[in-house]
Nanobody
Framework: QVQLVESGGGLVQPGGSMRLSCAAT????????MGWYRQAPGKQRELVAT???????NYTDSVKGRFTISRDIAKDTASLQMNNLKPEDTAVYYC?????????WGQGTRVTVSS
């Protein structure tokens, strides 16, 4: 079931920027961590970025220096700012949240980086 609401995504040119957002529904609160996975055709699911609490972050090597994840604890929302996008960033991005061993997922949004 989809319990996180994602927004953003779409078509962007190489070198461009895009912001993804993820918000918890009314039944979800006090999430321990939030982040994004992505999956491209023919590739395994990849953990892109994670934020624990409001400041501890982790990124996969391919996006370091280009992507920034942030979070508003009070609103239980997260944002993924993606800069200098590359064609290899093309994928469906799924946000997630965790709390006390539970997992919550967004519906996914497609990011296409192409000229």
């Amino acid at each position: 079931q989809v319990q996180l609401v994602e927004s953003g995504g779409g078509l962007v040119q190489p070198g461009g920027s895009m912001r993804l957002s993820c918000a918890a529904t009314g039944s979800i609160f006090r999430l321990y961590a939030m982040g994004w996975y992505r999956q491209a055709p023919g590739k395994q699911r990849e953990l892109v970025a994670t934020i624990i609490g409001g400041k501890y972050t982790n990124y996969t090597d391919s996006v370091k220096g280009r992507f920034t994840i942030s979070r508003d604890i009070a609103k239980d929302t997260a944002s993924l700012q993606m800069n200098n996008l590359k064609p290899e960033d093309t994928a469906v991005y799924y946000c997630f949240g965790t709390r006390v061993g539970l997992e919550y997922w967004g519906q996914g949004t497609r990011v296409t980086v192409s000229s």
